[in-house]
């Protein structure tokens, strides 16, 4: 999967502090490339507390399966990624690989398989093999150390052209926390837990319950914000897990979804995820530009992301912006289709501060030259205003562009 | 507009019967492009009957507020197509251009504005200037002829490669009576009346109910089953006209819907319309193949077509396609996103002849290279077999190339 890396990385990536109760390593097992790490171990302290997003594909695969099915025990002592293979339509044998690795891993960390949790992404419908993971997780167990991070993040790439993570502290009751995310693109991305991975970690002391609720409301407006292609995978799945450590240092257990100390995690939380799922978006199979869409004056917030999305995923729209032409008539097209209440005549775009069209129609002092010189900007900001109510919902995206075509017609070969 | 021909146009278009009743005629006008026929004329004997389809966008063109307003009437004599200008997103101004343009075609036909139907394709947001119609109206009222169909259905195009005209017969009431179609794509391709226009014109005497319910009907399995981009336009139009000249020659008038004597023609309506219909996926922006996909086993037709929807649309299928790589793990995974009703252990997939998956897992006698010879011819057939239930459903596209990015990122400049 070697290229070029995407224009729209970012310059500089954050340094990752450590997360106590977190140890992580990758490595090669072979499972599909060679001569790079493909799988990753993180190994979490006993008192680990987990909760999970998971695609709402109607055809699973075999790792999300499991997941669902052992999210609710709440509690995680180990976390496995490969990439390579998604291990998705792969029937019984993908759900006896998935119970094999997890056994391997239990036995490695010394743990019970019901608190391993998986995920695989890469090619669908190939058998995955285990063997590969028997040769690698007892090692792996053993010298998985503090930090490891950006190596983790690199290890579950497929088509992603750069790692992504991030991290945050957030105050818990007076005591410094730490949350440390990575994640993966690139294809596939869609709204409902596209094609992505997302791994969270932190110290805080924090209840499955009260975690499960901050992340699905995090997601909403993170990755579920984003989209590259309106493609939603098999596979999607993010998982956030805490240590707990932090108690050791005097932050508070929390036990209520409505305990006010919660507030800047909260906040916290969601602005990492949200980092992340940006990432996601910069890292788009073949972008050239990084597209922020907001949409406010729908009928309700509900309403303003359905057609953000409806924007953010038309090939049309996505394919002017890749021409850098503010074809905003395709924006209206967009509107339109989302089926969601709109009043033409009072619709209003921008690209960026320049007003383009004004209740229904060409803005009067509509510069073509100066809207096309913006176009030429590697990060868009486009903004509809339907003025009609009160809903507003921002998203992400990425331009549509030649090498996206290539990248996927000659992805399996 | 010019460029190369789409490789899926047909080899040989049919010759086009006159139709009693209609007289056609396409000029230049001049609206947007310079030595190319852009608007046409059809004009109608008194007695005509229409029916009409029209697009489901929340922010339709100015032309079809108009037909939407003046389909109840029932009656029409004059048809006034331009390309270059969709007339769409252009406030009061579209509106009184539509009136206009109305008001011009019934002076030079000799009838009302109301039985005046008009459409309008090309860019959206630019106003459309009614003062080229005002050139030419008048003259082509004048010099309007039998035939002429050919020549219309050039005039309507924008970024189509090939014009799109299908003929049929059939048996009504003892009589022979002909149904001519013209339509045009090729972007902006989505169910609910995708951007496209297609307009139809039989000699049968039907009244206006009657032709209305048996349009509707079949284009649900036509029109509205076909998709290039999934992206709906603002604009798309189908209309039937009927002028009733058979009834001349001893056809039957008909004024029911159940009339037995309508089962021929209703067959052959849906046949025409169906074989427009390819032509718009045949010419879709940038296509190098034609996609027929099938769903079977499915809870119910309308939860197949949503299923067939998914995986026409789904850029990553679309671009396997175009790379001939019978990756039917992206046919897993559009299947997956539909929400619709799925077993996934009980999901089969063909590549024409090949079965590629059964039962939730790759077939077991699946042979790579004989799938991807198969996925080198110009046509393919992509089949799902759910497993589930009775409902099916089929529908038609393209693949996703490159050449669909060049002719999408440059279209406006």
Chains 1, 2 share one sequence.
Not at 96 to 111: H, I, P, Y
Not at 201 to 208: G, K, N, Q, S, V
Not at 323 to 344: H, I, L, S
Not at 351 to 370: H, K, N, Q, S, T
């Amino acid at each position: 999967m070697a290229g070029k890396v995407s224009p729209l990385a970012p310059a500089v990536m954050p340094e990752m502090p450590d997360i106590e109760g977190v140890r992580l390593i990758a490595a090669e097992a072979g499972i599909r490339y060679a001569g790079r790490k493909d799988v990753m171990l993180a190994v979490l302290d006993p008192g680990t507390t987990v909760a999970g997003v998971l695609t709402r594909s109607r055809c699973p695969s075999a790792p999300v399966d499991w997941c669902r099915e052992h999210l609710p025990g709440g509690t995680a002592r180990a976390l496995v990624v490969n990439s390579g293979n998604a291990n998705a339509f792969t029937g019984m044998r993908g759900r006896q690989a998935v119970e094999k690795t997890a056994a391997l891993a239990a036995a490695a960390v010394g743990c019970s398989a019901d608190e391993v949790f998986l995920a695989s992404t890469g090619v669908i419908g190939e058998p995955l093999d285990p063997g590969p993971f028997e040769a690698v997780l007892a090692d792996m167990a053993k010298k998985a150390a503090a930090g490891g991070f950006a190596e983790a993040a690199k290890s579950i790439m497929t088509t992603d052209t750069f790692p992504k993570y991030a991290s945050i502290t957030a105050d818990l009751g007076g005591t410094e926390v730490t949350i440390n995310g990575i994640a993966k693109g690139s294809g596939m991305i869609a709204p409902d837990m596209a094609t992505m991975l997302g791994f969270l970690f932190t110290d805080a002391p924090i209840a499955a319950p009260v975690l499960q609720a901050m992340l699905r409301r995090a997601a909403e407006k993170s990755f579920n914000a984003v989209t590259v292609d309106g493609d939603t995978s098999t596979s999607d799945t993010v998982l956030l897990f805490a240590t707990g450590k932090a108690a050791d240092r005097g932050a508070p257990r929390i036990d209520t979804v409505d305990d006010e100390r919660l507030k800047p995690f909260r906040r916290a939380l969601a602005r990492v995820m949200r980092q992340l799922a940006k990432l996601l978006a910069r890292d788009g199979e073949g972008a050239s530009k990084f597209v922020t869409v907001s949409v406010e004056g729908a009928e309700n917030n509900r309403s303003a992301k359905r057609i953000a999305m409806a924007i953010a995923n038309s090939p049309l729209v996505k394919t002017a912006i890749a021409g850098e032409d503010a074809n905003w008539g395709r924006v209206v097209m967009a509107v339109g289709k989302a089926g969601e209440p709109a009043d033409r005549d009072r619709l209003s775009i921008w690209f960026g501060e320049i007003r383009v069209a004004l209740d229904g129609e060409r803005d009067p002092l509509y510069d073509e030259e100066i809207a096309t010189d913006y176009m030429k900007q590697r990060e868009i900001d486009l903004r509809v205003d339907l003025g009609i109510g009160e809903g507003s919902a921002r998203v992400w995206t990425c331009d549509l562009t030649h090498d996206y075509i290539s990248i996927n017609a000659d992805y399996r070969s």
